[in-house]
């Protein structure tokens, strides 16, 4: 006959029988168990005091719990010589299994030790005795208020159908589950950025009509930048959006599910039961897929923990306790780590600004609107552009030292004015030099006309420049050359003949060690003959 375990209510039935009168031949005929199970019941309810004859009521919770300890005890089962040798080896086994020895290892190695034990009997005795495979009890955490948290994951769910051109596409998806109503939205999408959280952020409070108090986001780098349990660093520009749209972030710790346990497995779930098996050919029909899903089919299933259908539950106790829903769009901003050349230069979105020389190789963050560029030192503006178009540069003219700044920007106007300053001839010289269609390459040209007019004076320079304009000679080197015939030498004055002092000590030659030469002495001789 088959082993079958007989239930308490049916051990509560054949105690009662038996109190009533009943043999016991016919309680076993009646409830279709062996007779020796009924007996050995009885026997245990004698143990615990009870006699045929008494009342049901007699049946109290408190001896039926004796009985049936009674009955699990005289069934208990005595373990075997494997079990034994593993009892002797249980410091060793207790030790490899907490360095993070795997147990078919163990096993090999007590066979190498010549203790044979078969891998069954030691998974059991690691079980039982010593914890192996049991996780932690946990509590789970309080649903909390309604509107107050929404969980957010991402993760890949789905392809896009080859196109055009061929290949096919893979696209991910930002996952929003309310922590108390679990009415799913879901926004597919490429890339996991920054930009895209922000964009899936706003469809999700477009789509609930009003913004939760708090997110609970996994660990992305597109929303964390550094993970920490205590003092997570947060993306700046999602920081920025939470501050404008009025909720709070509350990351999950790194590599812990039990943070966000209620959606652990949503990435999972959508990616089989929304996207699998269905053809989409862009990211928009993922999107009106996705729409469907959550709102006609997710929406109205029941919830296996809840037991609400999620959307029924939302749009009764949780739509109005969210925060107001926003009434204009976000612009997205962009974030940049900046840093401004030798050329006084930074990139930002594709831009080039300038920046002052103070600022020139200094780590700056710069932060990129439709109209605005703004660059932060150390968490202070620093400079401020108007955005300009990719490519194109937003130059302020206080940023370049002052002498450079005429030759950067090829300000021939500047040069003009500064020669205006030597003289009314001396600016008509300058403008005569720029004048033609590429003014800017004679820039050295009038920079050496001023450079001449300091260097011999306005009035001289003028006067000189006045006679080249009447000729029409418009030529730098030739009114240079006019300028330095026209100056003349100043006069010095006359300086008295030098008088060669007589030698204080004179001495005839014979004084000397050494002699003439004899080129010397021939020619003095033939001077004679003569």
Same mark, same amino acid.
């Given at each position: 006959?088959?082993?079958?375990?007989?239930?308490?209510?049916?051990?509560?039935?054949?105690?009662?029988?038996?109190?009533?009168?009943? =043999?016991?031949?016919?309680?076993?005929?009646?409830?279709?168990?062996?007779?020796?199970?009924?007996?050995?019941?009885? #026997?245990?309810?004698?143990?615990?005091?009870?006699?045929?004859?008494?009342?049901?009521?007699?049946? /109290?919770?408190?001896?039926?719990?004796?009985?049936?300890?009674?009955?699990?005890?005289?069934?208990?089962?005595?373990? &075997?010589?494997?079990?034994?040798?593993?009892?002797?080896?249980?410091?060793?086994?207790?030790?490899?299994?907490?360095?993070?020895?795997?147990?078919?290892?163990?096993?090999?190695?007590?066979?190498?030790?010549?203790?044979?034990?078969?891998?069954?009997?030691?998974?059991?005795?690691?079980?039982?005795?010593?914890?192996?495979?049991?996780?932690?009890?946990?509590?789970?955490?309080?649903?909390?208020?309604?509107?107050?948290?929404?969980?957010?994951?991402?993760?890949?769910?789905?392809?896009?159908? %080859?196109?055009?051109?061929?290949?096919?596409? +893979?696209?991910?998806?930002?996952?929003?589950?309310?922590?108390?109503?679990?009415?799913?939205?879901?926004?597919?999408?490429?890339?996991?950025?920054?930009?895209?959280?922000?964009?899936?952020?706003?469809?999700?409070?477009?789509?609930?009509? &009003?913004?939760?108090?708090?997110?609970?986001?996994?660990?992305?780098?597109?929303?964390?930048?550094?993970?920490?349990?205590?003092?997570?660093?947060?993306?700046?520009?999602?920081?920025?959006?939470?501050?404008?749209?009025?909720?709070?972030?509350?990351?999950?710790?790194?590599?812990?599910?039990?943070?966000?346990?209620?959606?652990?497995?949503?990435?999972?779930?959508?990616?089989?039961?929304?996207?699998?098996?269905?053809?989409?050919?862009?990211?928009?029909?993922?999107?009106?897929?996705?729409?469907?899903?959550?709102?006609?089919?997710?929406?109205?299933? =029941?919830?296996?923990?809840?037991?609400?259908?999620?959307?029924?539950?939302?749009?009764?106790?949780?739509?109005?306790?969210?925060? %107001?829903?926003?009434?204009?769009?976000?612009?997205?901003?962009?974030?940049?780590?900046?840093?401004?050349?030798?050329?006084?230069?930074?990139?930002?979105?594709?831009?080039?600004?300038?920046?002052?020389?103070?600022?020139? &190789?200094?780590?700056?963050?710069?932060?990129?609107? +439709?109209?605005?560029?703004?660059? !932060? +030192?150390?968490?202070?503006?620093?400079?401020?552009?108007?955005?300009?178009?990719?490519?194109?540069?937003?130059?302020?003219?206080?940023?370049?030292?002052?002498?450079?700044? /005429?030759?950067?920007?090829?300000?021939?106007?500047?040069?003009?004015?500064?020669?205006?300053?030597?003289?009314?001839?001396?600016?008509?010289?300058?403008?005569?030099?720029?004048?033609?269609?590429?003014?800017?390459?004679?820039?050295?040209?009038?920079?050496?006309?001023?450079?001449?007019?300091?260097?011999?004076?306005?009035?001289?320079?003028?006067?000189?420049?006045?006679?080249?304009?009447?000729?029409?000679?418009?030529?730098?080197? =030739?009114?240079?050359?006019?300028?330095?015939?026209?100056?003349?030498?100043?006069?010095?004055?006359?300086?008295?003949?030098?008088?060669?002092?007589?030698?204080?000590?004179?001495?005839?030659? #014979?004084? !000397?060690?050494? %002699?003439? #030469?004899?080129?010397?002495?021939?020619?003095?001789?033939?001077?004679?003959?003569?």
């Amino acid at each position: 006959m088959a082993y079958r375990e007989v239930t308490m209510i049916e051990v509560k039935e054949v105690l009662r029988q038996w109190l009533a009168g009943v =043999r016991k031949k016919r309680i076993a005929a009646r409830l279709r168990i062996d007779p020796k199970t009924v007996r050995r019941y009885v #026997s245990a309810g004698e143990s615990a005091g009870l006699r045929q004859g008494q009342d049901a009521k007699a049946l /109290t919770d408190e001896v039926l719990h004796a009985v049936q300890a009674s009955l699990h005890s005289s069934n208990e089962r005595q373990h &075997g010589e494997a079990w034994a040798r593993c009892e002797a080896q249980r410091q060793y086994i207790k030790r490899s299994l907490e360095s993070r020895v795997r147990l078919s290892k163990i096993r090999r190695l007590l066979l190498r030790n010549g203790v044979d034990v078969p891998y069954s009997t030691l998974h059991r005795y690691a079980v039982a005795e010593l914890d192996f495979g049991r996780t932690a009890a946990t509590v789970p955490v309080a649903d909390g208020k309604p509107g107050e948290e929404v969980h957010l994951d991402t993760g890949w769910v789905g392809w896009l159908d %080859p196109g055009p051109l061929g290949g096919r596409r +893979r696209f991910r998806a930002w996952i929003f589950t309310p922590h108390f109503s679990r009415y799913r939205f879901v926004y597919p999408c490429f890339a996991e950025s920054t930009a895209t959280a922000i964009e899936a952020c706003e469809a999700a409070w477009e789509f609930y009509d &009003g913004v939760f108090g708090v997110i609970v986001p996994d660990n992305t780098k597109a929303i964390v930048r550094e993970a920490d349990p205590l003092d997570p660093k947060i993306v700046i520009g999602f920081l920025e959006y939470a501050q404008a749209r009025g909720f709070h972030i509350d990351p999950a710790r790194k590599r812990s599910p039990k943070d966000k346990a209620r959606v652990e497995r949503s990435v999972r779930d959508t990616r089989d039961d929304c996207f699998g098996g269905e053809h989409l050919a862009t990211i928009e029909d993922a999107r009106s897929h996705a729409r469907r899903w959550y709102a006609e089919e997710y929406g109205r299933r =029941r919830h296996s923990t809840t037991r609400r259908m999620p959307r029924e539950h939302f749009e009764s106790e949780e739509r109005a306790c969210l925060l %107001p829903a926003p009434v204009e769009p976000y612009e997205i901003p962009i974030w940049s780590d900046a840093v401004a050349g030798r050329d006084h230069f930074a990139r930002v979105a594709k831009g080039l600004y300038s920046l002052p020389d103070d600022l020139i &190789g200094k780590a700056l963050v710069a932060r990129a609107d +439709r109209t605005t560029v703004r660059f !932060y +030192r150390h968490s202070l503006i620093v400079k401020t552009h108007p955005r300009v178009a990719d490519g194109e540069r937003s130059i302020d003219r206080s940023d370049f030292p002052a002498e450079q700044m /005429t030759y950067a920007m090829r300000d021939v106007t500047f040069l003009a004015n500064q020669a205006d300053e030597h003289g009314e001839a001396v600016g008509r010289y300058a403008r005569a030099l720029l004048a033609g269609p590429l003014p800017w390459a004679r820039m050295r040209q009038v920079r050496a006309l001023i450079s001449l007019a300091r260097k011999y004076g306005g009035e001289r320079v003028n006067a000189t420049c006045k006679a080249a304009l009447a000729a029409d000679l418009v030529d730098v080197r =030739r009114l240079e050359r006019m300028i330095q015939i026209a100056v003349q030498p100043e006069p010095t004055a006359p300086t008295a003949a030098k008088v060669i002092p007589l030698a204080r000590y004179m001495r005839p030659a #014979s004084h !000397y060690a050494l %002699p003439r #030469s004899s080129s010397t002495r021939s020619k003095k001789k033939d001077n004679t003959d003569e």
